[in-house]
């Protein structure tokens, strides 16, 4: 069974940063991409961010290009989202997700809350 | 960037009714590129349907999808009372990178 963890959510300062972390199991992890997507309280899905299985391949929305960085470690069965310089429009529950078939998402984890206020 | 526009915003039905939500694109989408994904309160996301008509694993088959081009449907028949939730379209492309629709809430008359 597949199974995506993530942790690293909590409440920081406009202009502070804050690293995710997203444990995979039940799957080969470095042979699939992954990707980010957050939900601003009761608001819809926003892409953030998606990586290669290799981690060679990165992909950014544009709302979080030059402020967050998508990373991976194989070895350790987990995807990182650094986010620096976060804004107050940064606030949500980010999720990690599995690709499939292209930019299909067929599996995620429950999130994890950023908060972003002073 | 490709814009995904739902409607309606909420459908209010009761258990047992059909339920039509439609995805609509600002440019065509190619048909194997459309998916449409269930959550629920406090869930994640699930998804339901790829390549506009296909449904994933474990998906019963009163969910079903239709369309082409830059207009696409998410049929419910016989709606259960597990039904009722929020909707999302979701597309990708040639360019890296996927867009949600908007959203649509199937909620009990």
């Known amino acids: 069974e597949v199974q995506l963890v993530e942790s690293g959510g909590g409440l920081v300062q406009p202009g502070g940063s804050l690293r995710l972390s997203c444990t995979a199991s039940g799957f080969t992890f470095s042979s699939y991409a992954m990707s980010w997507v957050r939900q601003a309280p009761g608001k819809g899905l926003e892409w953030v961010s998606g990586?290669?299985?290799?981690?060679?391949?990165?992909y950014y929305a544009d709302s979080v290009k030059g402020r967050f960085t998508i990373s991976r470690d194989n070895s350790k069965n987990t995807l990182y989202l650094q986010m620096n310089s976060l804004r107050a429009e940064d606030t949500a529950v980010y999720h990690c997700?599995?690709?499939?078939?292209?930019?299909?998402?067929?599996?995620w984890g429950q999130g994890t809350l950023v908060t972003v206020s002073s | 960037e490709i814009v995904l526009t739902q409607s309606p915003g909420t459908l209010s039905l009761s258990p047992g009714e059909r339920a039509t939500l439609s995805c609509r694109a600002s440019?065509?989408?190619?048909?194997?590129?459309l998916a449409w994904y269930q959550q629920k309160p406090g869930q994640a996301p699930r998804l339901l349907i790829y390549?506009?008509?296909s449904r994933a694993t474990g998906i019963p088959d009163r969910f079903s999808g239709s369309g082409s081009g830059t207009d696409f449907t998410l049929t419910i028949n016989r709606l259960e009372p597990e039904d009722f939730a929020v909707y999302y379209c979701?597309?990708?492309?040639?360019?890296?990178?996927?867009?949600f629709g908007g959203g649509t809430k199937v909620e009990i008359k």
């Open positions: 997700a599995k690709q499939w078939s292209g930019w299909y998402l067929d599996s």
């Open positions: 440019q065509s989408v190619s048909s194997s590129y």
């Open positions: 990586i290669s299985g290799s981690g060679g391949s990165t």
């Open positions: 390549g506009a008509s």
């Open positions: 979701q597309q990708y492309g040639s360019s890296p990178g996927l867009t």
